[in-house]
DNA sequence: TTTAATACCGAACATTTTGTTCTCTTTTAT
DNA sequence: ATAAAAGAGAACAAAATGTTCGGTATTAAA
């Protein structure tokens, strides 16, 4: 990829994610983006057809990092409750989470924390499902395994959510604890 | 209230409610809303500032019926696991949503379903914060009540974005079985 | 280093959507 | 019956969207 293409498209990324943590998704317009991101209209257009697809995009390039390193992370740790490990894949999500502060948690605690969590959620799922088939792990048999990862995953996002707006008070050891705590006794 | 309003006002919720139906609430435009409510624009304007307004009355008068309910059968019932009482308020939830087919369930499964849920965990949260608080329930020491109820009332809007988009296969007292199983554990 | 491709700019433009203002008509409550 | 309130409808300004164009600068590849 072209190395202007790169710049713009970070420059068009980065003004996007500041108005985010400023104002509300729908009252963003295309014309703050390209003033902020200090680039031509015509060329917002060439790089992404609609805000919508802009937004995507982001959630994309966000969540692609630490979902990516979450599953090495499982590759060699197991998912979660191998005996009484110390670190298990949700905390290490959560320290990457709480590292890249400034860049998605930002994200998450604004007015469209919405739209990124249900991509963060599509991935999570991903992640625990292609953990509960290699492990052929033995569940809950009363309850569908579709049922229990999204149960995991849906728990956990909406862990995240409650976390950041309460300004992030925990730190990952202890929600990590806590999640444990919720959901250890179900599978 | 003038009936003259009363009908616009419906009118308009439920040309709103058929148009979230059918695609995403940022697509739609005001125009569209009034063509199909058959009102004038100035009418509009005068019940709503913004179509995000309209949203948010959309929502209070949906959830208002549901929530309203829910929280009486708490009163008589209580929250959910005293005993093995064949109903909780969450099955009770479950099947008036499902009663509500057209109505709410349509709206659950489109593109602006989060904003919906979002408001809907936002009644959910008080409704089970006041039986925590009511009964004095002794739940888990070691985790902070606070957590506990989003986990909840998180676990529950999860699972009926599940529900939806899994088409609904499970009656709501299957629902509620698996519900109580991954959730009375934990208390 | 030259060259051809292409990414960008900026300005102008048509179109769409928004939100307001006006007059006139209909409905409502009393 | 009447005054007050609500809606219709058209016309309007303002803002936002999305496209087109010719000119400039950067890049990758020869």
């Known amino acids: 990829m072209d190395r202007r ?13 500041d108005l ?3 104002k509300s998704y729908s009252k963003i317009t295309v014309q703050e983006i390209i003033d902020r991101a200090n680039v031509g209209r015509t060329t917002f257009y060439a790089h992404f057809e609609t805000k919508d697809e802009l937004l995507r995009a982001l959630c994309d390039q966000l969540f692609g990092h630490i979902i990516g390193s979450a599953a090495d992370c499982t590759h ?7 005996g009484n490990a110390p670190e298990s894949v949700f905390c290490h999500l959560l320290q990457h989470l709480q590292e890249n502060d400034n860049n998605i948690l930002g994200l998450l605690s604004c ?11 599509d ?10 088939v290699n492990q052929n792990r033995k569940v809950n048999r009363d309850i569908p395994p579709d049922f229990l990862i999204n149960h995991i995953s849906g728990s956990f996002v909406e862990m995240v959510l409650w976390w950041v707006k309460g300004r992030m ?13 919720v959901i250890e006794p179900v599978l």
């Open 5 to 17: 293409q790169q710049k713009t498209r970070m420059a068009i990324f980065n003004a996007f994610a």
């Open 123 to 132: 991935s999570l799922n991903e992640l625990i499902k292609d953990q509960f």
């Open 20 to 22: 985010l943590a400023e």
């Open 111 to 121: 007015e469209s924390s919405e739209l990124f969590l249900r991509c963060f959620k």
């Open 169 to 181: 008070k925990q730190t990952p050891e202890e929600l990590d604890r806590y999640f444990r705590a």
């Open 76 to 82: 060699t740790h197991g998912l979660y409750c191998d």
